[in-house]
Every structure is written in C-alpha cells, then in structure tokens.
C-alpha cells in the first residue's frame, strides 16, 4: 500500500477523523438510549463533541509529586493504541485496512492497553508506584480483560485462523456463532462493558479506585484523550463482537445495524440492570463464566481436532 | 420494679436532688436541682426507663445585655436568678416532659458531663460548652463540634453580651490558615489535590478509623450549617421569626415554622380555629409525602440506583405541583399566621389533591414492591446498620428511624397537635431494625399520610382562617414538640413580656439520631457507611461532607462522592 | 445579556479556533455544586433540575463529583465561617476557564440570615461570581434561566442591529 493511501487510512478513514466520529456519535446514541431509559430528553447529537472540545481547550492541572512525563503521556499512548486497534477490524464493514496474520492477537493486546494506561495512571497519581497501586492495576485485567480476549479467541478457532478479517469471512458464511457459542458471546459483551467500566458490570473487586482515581486526577487535554480512546474502544469492542459473532459484517449497512444492535443491549443493561442487578456472587460468576467460556474453546479445539465443523 | 412513671411518681423518685418541683402543667414537671446532683437524678430516671434526653436549653438571665433588644428587664420575681446562667435538661416520656433545671453563677459555670450516663447527651453539651461558655466537666471530648476552629475562645455567641454586630468583623476578618503539610522540597508549594493528598488538614465532616475494611472508630464534626438562627430569633419580631424558622431546614420548612407557631400560640394563650389546624395538617402531611420521596431518591443515588432515583423525583414533582397550587410556592409554602393559616383549600385545591395522591399511591406501591424485594437493593440493605432496640432506646433516636428499631415514637400518636386529635394517626412500626426496615417505615408511612390527607379533607371543619395574637406576647416558657418527616422536633422558647423572643431553643430531630448511626457505624464495613448514614435521613444539606479516613496508620480525605462510589463499586455495582 | 455596542465592532475577529473553543464551553457547562451552609432548598431544586421533568442535560449540563473536571461552581448557602475555606479552595482547584453561580437569596445578602453571626452573607465576598439567581428558593425555571443567562454572557458582544423604523423600547 503506498504511502499516500496508507497516510489517508490513517488519519481520515477508516482511521483518525472517521473513528473519532463515529466515537462520539455512538457515544450520543449510548447517553440518548440511557437518558430515553431514564425518562428523561437526554443530550443533544453535537454534545460528546463539545465536551471533547471543551476539555481539550481546559486547563490542564498537574498535580504534584507525579511523574510529569506518565502523567501526560499515558492518555496518549492509551488514545494512540485505541486508534491503531481501529485499524485491524471491519470498520464500516469494509476490509480491515491492514491485516496480517494473528493481528487478532496484537488487536486484542492494543485495547488491552486502554486499560493499564489507565490502571498505570492511576498507580502514578494516586499511589505514586506503590505496590497496592499496581496490584489494583492488575486485579482489573484480569477481571475482563482475559475473559474478553477468550471470547474472542472462540470465534477464532472455529474459523481456524488468527486473522481477523478471515474471521470475519467465516463468521459472514456460517451460522451466526451467537447461536453456536452463546456463552461466548455473553462474556464478550459483559467483558466489553466491564472494560469500558459501562454499569452495572464494574469490576467485581473492591477497591477500583485506581480507575476512578485516575480519571479524577485529570483535567483537560489528559481527561479528553482518556474520554474519547474509552468511545474509541466501545466503537472497536462493538464491532468486533458484531463481526464474530452476529454473522460478520460485509458491507457498512451491516455494519450500522448490528453495531448499533449492540449498543442498544448494553444502554437497556446500563439503564434497566438497576432493577435486575446482578448480585454478591458476581464475582464467582464471573469467574466461572470466564472458565466456562475456556472450558468452551477447550471443546471446540476438541471438536475441531476431531475434524467436526461448526 | 414496679415504679410509678407517671409525673407523680416521678416527682417522689427524684425528691433526693430536688432543691424545688413545680408542676407547670399536667404534662410538664419542672425539678430544680444543683450542678452535683443533676448526674445521680439522671441516673435514677434511668433506671426507672423513664424517656429519653431530648434537648438541653441553655438560658442566660443575665440582665446588662438587654440593651441591644431593647426591652426592660422585668423582675423574674427572684433575685438569684438575674445575671446568672440556666441549663435546662428535658426528658420527654409520650406527650410528658421533665425538665431538670440548674442554675449557674456567672463566672465559671460548670456542670458535670452527663454522657457517662446519656450517650447522646455530649453533642447536647458540646453546644451548651461553645456558645454559652459553660465548663462541661469530665467531657471526653474536648473538640469542636458547632463553631469552627478559628472561632475566638472566649466569645461565646449566645450569651446576651454578645450581639451580632459584633461578629461583624469576625465573620469577614482573613480566616486563619489551616497548617500546610509540605512535602518534596523545601519552598515547593503543594497543590491540594486528590483524595490522598490532604496537604491541608481541614476538619473532614466524618472521622473514621478502619482497619483493613471494617470501620472501628466513627465521629462527627457538625457546624457547616450553623448560622446563629438562635440568636438571630432573638433580634426579630415574633412574627418576622415565622420567617427564619422555616428556613431553618428548606425540607421540612412547614414542620418548623409549626412548632414555632404552636409554641406561641400557647405562651399568649390563643385558640387556634380548627379549620386553621387542620389545614396546617393537611400540609404537614403534604410536607412529609415530599420528604420522604426525596429521601428515597437520595438513597437510591447513594446505593448507586440513579433510575430509581430519577423515577422517584419524577413523581415527586406531583407533590411540589400540589403544594405550588394552593400556596404558591414548592418549597418554603409559608402557610403559617401567628393564630392560623393563610391560605384556605378551596373545592378545586381538594380535588387536585386527590387526584395527585392517587397517583402518588400507585407509584408507591411500585417503590415498596422494588424496595423488599430487588435482589441488589436488599444486599446493601438487609441486615445492614443494624439498631436494636435498646441500642435506639438508649441513645435517644427518633422519627422513622426509631420506628424501624421497634421504638414505638411518634408525637402525632402519643401527644397529638394540631388536628391530629380528630384525625388519629396509626404508628407504622417495623422490628427488623435494619436499613431495610427504615426503607419499609418511611414507605409505608407515604400511604398513612395519603389516607390522612384524604379524610381531612373529607372533613374540613369550616370557619376561620386565623385568630388574633397580640403584638407582645405574654411573658413564659413554652415547650412545643412535633413530629418532623424525620423524627421528634423540639423548640423551647421564653418570652419576658416583649415584641421579640428572649430565646428559642431549636433540637432537630437529625441530632438526635447522629448518635445511633456511629455507634452503629463501628464494625461495619466502610462501604456500607454511606447507606447507614443515609439511612437515618439527614439533613441532606452537607452533601459535600467530607470524610476523614484512618487507615494504617494513613490518614485519607475522602469526599463524600468518593464514599459513595466506594461503596457503590464495592458491592459489583458501576459508581 | 452580552452587552450591545454602536455599529460593527472592529477586532472583534476571532479566530475560527477561538470561535470553536467558545462554542465548546457555552455547550458543555459542567457542573459542580458547592452548599455553604444553604437551608437545602435552593439545592433541592437544583436537583429538581437534573431530574426528568427539568433535565438540565439537554443543555450539556453535568454534575461532576470533582471541582477539577467542573467549568462551573453553582454555590447555595450564606456562607457560615466554616464553610468560607472549603469554598474558595474548591473554587481554586477549578481549572480556567471557571465560572460561579450563586443561586439564592442568602448567597446573594445572607437572606433571611442577614445579620446572624456565623455567616459571611455574599458569596461574591469570598469568590468572584457571574450570575446571582435570587429567589428563596429560585425555581428550577429560573435556575435554568440563570444558567443560560451565564452562557450567554459567554458569548461575544454582538454588534447593535440596524435602527429600524418601528422600534421604540429597549431591544
């Protein structure tokens, strides 16, 4: 690919412009689904785009006894790793812009970096280093972050390869893998929302004030980036649960409904879970769903040895 | 044992400590008795299980200060008692208050600490300690609790030497900078940022001490509402103070400027018209529905339930229509007159009213049927922040919070007022004690208060609106107890002949409860502090309350946000 | 309102970065919400203006729990003596561009408090204010009047529009 295209990718579709767009926009369709939920009129279509604005020109407050350089470039990295995930997936239902194989493995690795950006920001303002900053940090990956990545990674071996865009030309032929591996599915949602810290699927531990605690720290440019790369990865993690497991998306109309599909789902579990809320035992669920949903692969790697197709 | 509870028989426990009695009226005893004797008689009501510590009234009598209200001394008839101080201790038992009354000399009044005995009586006598100035001896807690840290010491606002002028250059002058805690390098100024950075060590509203999650020491600092209301009543007219009573509390504004009214109604000895009454009840009531569906959005949002919470102020605002409609404001509705009411309910007000309750009482239903039984909702309720009964008993709790304890209290049914006489209320009890309970009392009192409203206005007695009240009000003491949305209301107020007030006392009914929640507090977890505290319906004014934490050996400011999605995130939920 | 000057105003010019960054602040006015000792019913109905009926969201409106992520600090209360120190430091952690509402009587003279000991009265003594909405308490309408009041201030001068034949009153 020559440079000029490449450059174009990158920074205008579909990279840069075209994901921050479609970032805020299903971001406004997120908080107008809640807020319609909640009975109320809710935000206007250009408001996650002024608040991303208005934090961008705030300004931004340092606070003291932190590693300067951490403090403002851990948004960075966390927004620039969102971006270059955008890069691998079907966005809009067209070809990912790059692909090579097991670039599934290095996607799922980039949108784990939102989340020890965030988790490393955290230790550096609030803790400065300190071991129970770290451990915190840790705790939080392994709540959502592993069970994510086996989600996905069951789609993965059915279709026998770790390119995504393969994954997606199985998903696109078979049977929707939903109904195939409807574990797998829920956990990769739940996952999703847990990531994204979207209620009620919060960590399942106790002291998450290390998210919280990073978030609370910034102001302006550092608070925007973390923003947007979190509306960045909810536009990324919804289409690649939508390419895998609601039968791939081939062209940008499938794109659209089944994405926003999606965020129908998780606005209604946002809104109407406060009835329904999942319980103490969250925590053991959610560690026996991510078993299962390994128990699951284990099956199908089982079943696909065995020259049995799905 | 079987002891005489009556006043009588009270009369006779106390005769050892008993320098004088008097019988003010059948439900009110007066006991004078000495700085040393005032421990051992409490200890004797004590043992009899006689009432509760409601309030302690400080009086000064001390002559020179009148000046500034402008009123002649009149001669109280003894002598001993000019230029001197009173503390007044009421116990109220049901529709009965006893009164212990010790009279201080002027320089150096002390009294011995009461809290040995009464729990709940230390934040009464820290009150009595800052703006009176009166030792209390063997206090076990020397710090602060109404006026702020860099209050002068020995100003002491409510004594009649002090007028507010003379605060005039205190309130304004450059406050005292707290110590600033300076780390890194010398000459580096640290910006006071996050919750564990308390570079500047202000007063957190909450001090808790936790070893790893369980909390095992909890104490309060009040005073971020202290204005001085007391003392300003003090410089205004009888009928300008209907006024700052009701802002005392912007909740409960009708229930104060009540109790106010009712207090001197009955020093000038005026009959109320019942038409009059029963529409102060009516609001009353109206008053109570509001509260309490604001309280249950505010807990909702505490426990992380902000669907629910926006759902309950949703129908609240069926209420606040309601109340705008016949007084024509939601909130402070200012209904009450010296004599009776302002406002009448005419045939088209009583047919909003229930159209609007019927509405409401569908609604509530919906809440009582998510509150028993939503599986979440239950977790960060059932069982938790437990008060026993004796636990409620002994440190005085009132008001739904006491009800839920199995402490069968409340004014309306054991010393009705107003139209409550004609309009029997029935005590909603619950005796599970927990949070869960005092979510059932405070729902279940909604239907109670429908049902009331209904047959008050099936029977609006006619008549007047209000009576005449003279411009001064004769001289006496009068004690005037209601029953607030959150529990027992008590305000004390003497009159020495003149067109203003010489003192009135004001006990909110959240005091009294602050004792149980932190005694309770302790072996619970730190999440859950935020839904016990909520539980008893504070005054939800402080909702930047910050919260000191002591935790290994650290000492943490939390913001009251940060509590609340603490405990939000701690039980699986999203903050 | 923004004040209106004779004719084009010249240097007026703003460059399109500058005229986003406004626009960017008069729609996304981020709330923190500061008691300094109010009777709670001016905070009441500030609620009253978040929940359905009123809904300040639509106006971008949004309650931070932090002073570090608000634009704006909407202030109730007459300012007790203790209260003064949490005020300003809060008003101090607010990054630039920050903006204050004073909402109520008692933040605008003490209220109905006037003349009581432990209160300073104006709220504009301890920190500098934008709009006072008076009221005891203000309705949630004129909260949100109070609050577009605020973010039309934020918006430049416009220039006087042409005499017209048939206008007699102020505009």
Same mark, same amino acid.
């Not at chain 3, 952690?93 to 109520?104: E, T």
């Given at each position: 690919?020559?440079?000029?295209?490449?450059?174009?990718?990158?920074?205008?579709?579909?990279?840069?412009?075209?994901?921050?767009?479609?970032?805020?926009? #299903?971001?406004?369709?997120?908080?107008?689904?809640?807020?319609?939920?909640?009975?109320?009129?809710?935000?206007?279509?250009?408001?996650?785009?002024?608040?991303?604005?208005?934090?961008?020109?705030?300004?931004?407050?340092?606070?003291?006894?932190?590693?300067?350089?951490?403090?403002?470039?851990?948004?960075?990295?966390?927004?620039?790793?969102?971006?270059?995930?955008?890069? #691998?997936?079907?966005?809009?239902?067209?070809?990912?812009?790059?692909?090579?194989?097991?670039?599934?493995?290095?996607?799922?690795?980039?949108?784990?970096?939102?989340?020890?950006?965030?988790?490393?920001?955290?230790?550096?303002?609030?803790?400065?280093?300190?071991?129970?900053?770290?451990?915190?940090?840790?705790?939080?990956?392994?709540?959502?972050?592993?069970?994510?990545?086996?989600?996905?990674?069951?789609?993965?071996?059915?279709?026998?390869?770790? *390119? /995504?865009?393969?994954?997606?030309?199985?998903?696109?032929?078979?049977?929707?893998?939903?109904?195939?591996?409807?574990?797998?599915?829920?956990?990769?949602?739940?996952?999703?929302?847990?990531?994204?810290?979207?209620?009620?699927?919060?960590?399942?531990?106790?002291?998450?004030?290390?998210?919280?605690?990073?978030?609370?720290?910034?102001?302006?440019?550092?608070?925007?980036?973390?923003?947007?790369?979190?509306?960045?990865?909810?536009?990324?993690?919804?289409?690649?649960?939508?390419?895998? #497991?609601?039968?791939?998306?081939?062209?940008?109309?499938?794109?659209?409904?089944?994405?926003?599909?999606?965020?129908?789902?998780?606005?209604?579990?946002?809104?109407?879970?406060? *009835?329904?809320? /999942?319980?103490?035992?969250?925590?053991?669920?959610?560690?026996?769903?991510?078993?299962?949903?390994?128990?699951?692969?284990?099956?199908?790697?089982?079943?696909?040895?065995?020259?049995?197709?799905? | 044992?079987?002891?005489?509870?009556?006043?009588?028989? &009270?009369?006779?426990?106390?005769?050892?400590?008993?320098?004088?009695?008097?019988?003010?009226?059948?439900?009110?005893?007066?006991?004078?008795?000495?700085?040393?004797?005032?421990?051992?008689?409490?200890?004797?009501?004590?043992?009899?299980?006689?009432?509760?510590?409601?309030?302690?009234?400080?009086?000064?009598?001390?002559?020179?200060?009148?000046?500034?209200?402008?009123?002649?001394?009149?001669? &109280?008839?003894?002598?001993?008692?000019?230029?001197?101080?009173?503390?007044? @201790?009421?116990?109220?038992?049901? +529709?009965?208050?006893?009164?212990?009354?010790?009279?201080? +000399?002027?320089?150096?009044?002390?009294?011995?600490?009461?809290?040995?005995?009464?729990?709940?009586?230390?934040?009464?006598?820290?009150?009595?300690?800052?703006?009176?100035?009166?030792?209390?001896?063997?206090?076990?807690?020397?710090?602060?609790?109404?006026?702020?840290?860099?209050?002068?010491?020995?100003? @002491?606002?409510?004594?009649?030497?002090?007028?507010?002028?003379?605060?005039?250059?205190?309130?304004?002058?450059?406050?005292?900078?707290?110590?600033?805690?300076?780390?890194?390098?010398?000459?580096?100024?640290?910006?006071?940022?996050?919750?564990?950075?308390?570079?500047?060590?202000?007063?957190?509203?909450?001090?808790?001490?936790?070893?790893?999650?369980?909390?095992?020491?909890?104490?309060?600092?009040?005073?971020?509402?202290?204005?001085? =209301?007391?003392?300003?009543?003090?410089?205004?007219?009888?009928?300008?103070?209907?006024?700052?009573?009701?802002?005392?509390?912007?909740?409960?504004?009708?229930?104060?400027?009540?109790?106010?009214?009712?207090?001197?109604?009955?020093?000038?000895?005026?009959?109320?018209?019942?038409?009059?009454?029963?529409?102060?009840?009516?609001?009353?009531?109206?008053?109570?529905?509001?509260?309490?569906?604001?309280?249950?959005?505010?807990?909702?949002?505490?426990?992380?339930?902000?669907?629910?919470?926006?759902?309950?102020?949703?129908?609240?605002?069926?209420?606040?229509?309601?109340?705008?409609?016949?007084?024509?404001?939601?909130?402070?509705?200012?209904?009450?007159?010296?004599?009776?009411?302002?406002?009448?309910?005419?045939?088209?007000?009583?047919?909003?009213?229930?159209?609007?309750?019927?509405?409401?009482?569908?609604?509530?239903?919906?809440?009582?049927?998510?509150?028993?039984?939503?599986?979440?909702?239950?977790?960060?309720?059932?069982?938790?922040?437990?008060?026993?009964?004796?636990?409620?008993?002994?440190?005085?709790?009132?008001?739904?919070?006491?009800?839920?304890?199995?402490?069968?209290?409340?004014?309306?049914?054991?010393?009705?007022?107003?139209?409550?006489?004609?309009?029997?209320?029935?005590?909603?009890?619950?005796?599970?004690?927990?949070?869960?309970?005092?979510?059932?009392?405070?729902?279940?009192?909604?239907?109670?208060?429908?049902?009331?409203?209904?047959?008050?206005?099936?029977?609006?007695?006619?008549?007047?609106?209000?009576?005449?009240?003279?411009?001064?009000?004769?001289?006496?003491?009068?004690?005037?107890?209601?029953?607030?949305?959150?529990? !027992?209301?008590?305000?004390? =107020?003497?009159?020495?002949?003149?067109?203003?007030?010489?003192?009135?006392?004001?006990?909110?009914?959240?005091?009294?409860?602050?004792?149980?929640?932190?005694?309770?507090?302790?072996?619970?977890?730190?999440?859950?502090?935020?839904?016990?505290?909520?539980?008893?319906?504070?005054?939800?004014?402080?909702?930047?309350?910050?919260?000191?934490?002591?935790?290994?050996?650290? !000492?943490?400011?939390?913001?009251?946000?940060?509590?609340?999605?603490?405990?939000?995130? @701690?039980?699986?939920?999203?903050? | 309102?923004?004040?209106?000057?004779?004719?084009?105003?010249?240097?007026?010019?703003?460059?399109?970065?500058?005229?986003?960054?406004?626009?960017?602040?008069? %729609?996304?006015?981020?709330?923190?919400?500061? %008691?300094?000792?109010?009777? %709670?019913?001016?905070?009441?109905?500030?609620?009253?203006?978040?929940?359905?009926?009123?809904?300040?969201?639509?106006?971008?409106?949004?309650?931070?729990?932090? $002073?570090?992520?608000?634009?704006?600090?909407?202030?109730?209360?007459?300012?007790?003596?203790?209260?003064?120190?949490?005020?300003?430091?809060?008003?101090?952690?607010?990054?630039?561009?920050?903006?204050?509402?004073?909402?109520?009587?008692?933040?605008?003279?003490?209220?109905?408090?006037?003349?009581?000991?432990?209160?300073?009265?104006?709220?504009?003594?301890?920190?500098?204010?934008?709009?006072?909405?008076?009221?005891?308490?203000?309705?949630?309408?004129?909260?949100?009047?109070?609050?577009?009041?605020?973010?039309?201030?934020?918006?430049?001068?416009?220039?006087? $529009?042409?005499?017209?034949?048939?206008?007699?009153?102020?505009?």
């Amino acid at each position: 690919m020559n440079v000029v295209l490449a450059i174009v990718a990158m920074l205008i579709f579909p990279g840069g412009l075209f994901v921050i767009v479609g970032s805020l926009a #299903y971001e406004y369709v997120d908080r107008k689904l809640v807020a319609r939920f909640q009975n109320r009129v809710g935000p206007r279509w250009f408001q996650p785009l002024a608040d991303l604005v208005k934090l961008l020109v705030k300004e931004e407050i340092v606070p003291a006894g932190v590693n300067r350089g951490l403090f403002i470039w851990l948004p960075v990295a966390a927004l620039a790793a969102a971006f270059t995930a955008a890069l #691998y997936i079907p966005m809009a239902g067209l070809a990912p812009t790059w692909g090579y194989r097991g670039d599934l493995v290095v996607t799922v690795y980039l949108l784990m970096m939102m989340t020890l950006c965030i988790g490393l920001a955290g230790a550096n303002t609030a803790d400065r280093f300190s071991l129970v900053g770290s451990t915190r940090a840790l705790t939080q990956l392994f709540s959502y972050e592993a069970p994510f990545l086996l989600a996905l990674l069951g789609p993965a071996i059915a279709a026998g390869t770790w *390119r /995504i865009s393969e994954v997606n030309g199985y998903a696109r032929e078979s049977m929707w893998m939903i109904v195939t591996q409807p574990l797998g599915f829920l956990v990769a949602l739940i996952g999703l929302m847990g990531k994204l810290e979207l209620p009620p699927f919060d960590a399942p531990e106790a002291e998450t004030e290390i998210v919280s605690g990073a978030l609370t720290e910034y102001s302006g440019r550092g608070l925007a980036f973390f923003r947007l790369g979190r509306d960045v990865e909810l536009l990324v993690g919804l289409t690649l649960i939508s390419a895998f #497991y609601l039968g791939g998306l081939a062209n940008p109309l499938q794109f659209l409904l089944k994405t926003i599909g999606l965020l129908f789902i998780t606005a209604a579990l946002q809104s109407l879970f406060a *009835r329904l809320r /999942i319980d103490q035992t969250v925590g053991l669920w959610w560690r026996a769903g991510a078993v299962l949903a390994l128990v699951q692969l284990l099956i199908l790697i089982g079943l696909k040895a065995l020259g049995v197709h799905l | 044992m079987n002891v005489d509870t009556t006043l009588g028989g &009270m009369t006779e426990l106390l005769k050892p400590w008993t320098l004088m009695s008097r019988a003010v009226s059948d439900t009110r005893l007066e006991v004078e008795t000495t700085p040393s004797g005032i421990v051992p008689a409490v200890g004797a009501l004590k043992g009899a299980q006689w009432g509760f510590l409601s309030a302690i009234t400080g009086l000064d009598h001390g002559a020179a200060a009148k000046a500034d209200t402008g009123i002649a001394v009149k001669a &109280m008839g003894d002598a001993a008692q000019n230029g001197g101080f009173e503390v007044l @201790y009421h116990f109220c038992r049901g +529709p009965s208050v006893l009164t212990f009354r010790v009279k201080l +000399p002027r320089e150096a009044p002390a009294v011995p600490t009461l809290s040995a005995v009464v729990p709940s009586a230390l934040i009464y006598e820290k009150e009595l300690a800052e703006t009176f100035g009166v030792t209390i001896e063997g206090i076990p807690d020397r710090r602060r609790q109404f006026l702020s840290d860099d209050w002068p010491t020995n100003l @002491y606002p409510m004594r009649k030497d002090f007028s507010p002028g003379s605060a005039e250059g205190i309130a304004q002058a450059a406050p005292v900078a707290p110590p600033v805690e300076r780390r890194g390098t010398p000459g580096t100024f640290i910006v006071p940022i996050g919750p564990q950075h308390p570079a500047l060590k202000e007063p957190g509203h909450f001090e808790l001490t936790v070893d790893g999650e369980i909390v095992t020491h909890a104490s309060i600092r009040l005073g971020y509402v202290h204005r001085g =209301i007391e003392k300003g009543a003090e410089d205004r007219s009888w009928i300008h103070n209907i006024y700052l009573m009701e802002r005392i509390c912007g909740i409960c504004s009708h229930i104060h400027s009540t109790a106010y009214v009712l207090g001197v109604e009955k020093l000038a000895g005026t009959a109320v018209p019942p038409r009059a009454q029963a529409i102060r009840t009516i609001f009353a009531e109206m008053e109570r529905i509001h509260s309490h569906l604001l309280w249950l959005g505010v807990a909702a949002h505490e426990a992380g339930f902000d669907t629910l919470f926006m759902y309950s102020w949703r129908d609240r605002e069926t209420i606040m229509d309601l109340l705008e409609e016949i007084s024509g404001n939601r909130v402070n509705y200012s209904v009450n007159l010296l004599g009776g009411v302002k406002y009448d309910i005419d045939g088209k007000g009583a047919d909003s009213l229930r159209r609007g309750l019927d509405f409401l009482e569908k609604r509530t239903r919906h809440y009582l049927q998510i509150v028993t039984s939503d599986e979440s909702f239950l977790r960060r309720t059932r069982g938790v922040g437990a008060i026993t009964f004796e636990q409620a008993n002994l440190l005085g709790t009132v008001g739904p919070t006491a009800r839920a304890s199995g402490v069968s209290r409340d004014l309306r049914v054991e010393a009705p007022y107003m139209a409550y006489p004609d309009f029997p209320v029935k005590t909603v009890l619950d005796t599970r004690c927990d949070l869960e309970a005092r979510f059932v009392v405070r729902i279940n009192e909604l239907f109670e208060s429908y049902r009331l409203i209904h047959a008050m206005l099936a029977q609006l007695p006619p008549g007047d609106l209000a009576a005449a009240l003279p411009r001064r009000v004769p001289e006496g003491e009068v004690i005037s107890r209601v029953e607030a949305p959150r529990g !027992e209301l008590f305000y004390f =107020i003497k009159s020495t002949g003149g067109v203003k007030p010489d003192r009135v006392k004001v006990r909110t009914p959240s005091l009294c409860n602050w004792a149980a929640v932190l005694s309770v507090a302790v072996g619970h977890k730190l999440a859950d502090i935020p839904m016990i505290m909520v539980g008893i319906d504070p005054c939800f004014s402080c909702n930047d309350r910050s919260i000191t934490v002591r935790r290994r050996g650290t !000492e943490e400011l939390w913001t009251w946000e940060e509590l609340r999605r603490y405990g939000i995130s @701690y039980y699986g939920g999203e903050a | 309102m923004g004040k209106q000057l004779e004719g084009n105003v010249p240097g007026a010019f703003r460059s399109a970065l500058d005229k986003a960054a406004l626009w960017s602040r008069i %729609n996304s006015p981020w709330l923190v919400h500061f %008691n300094s000792g109010s009777c %709670n019913g001016c905070d009441i109905e500030i609620l009253a203006t978040l929940a359905p009926r009123y809904d300040l969201e639509r106006f971008g409106v949004k309650l931070q729990g932090s $002073p570090r992520h608000a634009d704006v600090l909407i202030c109730t209360g007459p300012v007790t003596r203790q209260a003064r120190d949490r005020l300003l430091r809060t008003y101090e952690q607010m990054p630039a561009p920050k903006f204050v509402i004073a909402v109520g009587s008692c933040s605008i003279s003490g209220g109905a408090f006037h003349g009581c000991y432990n209160i300073v009265g104006d709220v504009g003594d301890v920190i500098p204010v934008d709009v006072y909405i008076p009221g005891c308490p203000p309705r949630p309408e004129a909260i949100i009047d109070g609050v577009v009041q605020l973010l039309q201030k934020l918006k430049p001068p416009k220039a006087a $529009p042409a005499a017209s034949k048939d206008t007699g009153g102020t505009p």
